[in-house]
């Protein structure tokens, strides 16, 4: 099993940086592929950006393409997802998830992600 949790959201200005990052419990986290949704009020949850387990792999949204990086340290069970230059669409609450299966590459479907946080919250004033 996995276990993750989010943390790094908050309360930002437009064009500022906020960095998530996202703490796994259980062995087989570095062996899985991971990703960062986020769902704003009144609308469906959306893949932001999405890594391969091993790193080597990433997507990205082309909303948040340039802007955001997503990462992982698998030697500490973490990933992270640094956000430049926030709009205030980027404003939702963020999820970090992983995927069901191991050694796969990057991920895009949601259906195929198993694991989930809490969510962390994410507000990016004007």
């Known amino acids: 099993q996995v276990q993750l949790v989010e943390s790094g959201g908050g309360l930002v200005q437009t064009g500022g940086s906020l960095r998530l990052s996202c703490a796994a419990s259980?062995?087989?986290?570095?062996?899985?592929?991971m990703g960062w949704f986020r769902q704003a009020p009144g609308k469906e949850r959306e893949l932001v950006s999405a890594?391969?387990?091993?790193?080597?792999?990433?997507y990205y949204a082309d909303s948040v393409k340039g802007r955001f990086t997503i990462a992982r340290d698998n030697a500490k069970n973490t990933g992270y997802l640094q956000m430049d230059s926030l709009k205030s669409k980027d404003t939702a609450v963020y999820y970090c998830?992983?995927?069901?299966?191991?050694?796969?590459?990057?991920?895009?479907?949601?259906?195929?992600?198993?694991?989930w946080g809490q969510g962390t919250q994410v507000t990016v004033s004007s």
């Open positions: 890594i391969s387990w091993s790193g080597g792999s990433t």
């Open positions: 998830a992983a995927a069901r299966t191991v050694l796969a590459t990057v991920v895009t479907e949601m259906s195929r992600y198993g694991y």
């Open positions: 259980g062995r087989t986290f570095s062996s899985r592929a």
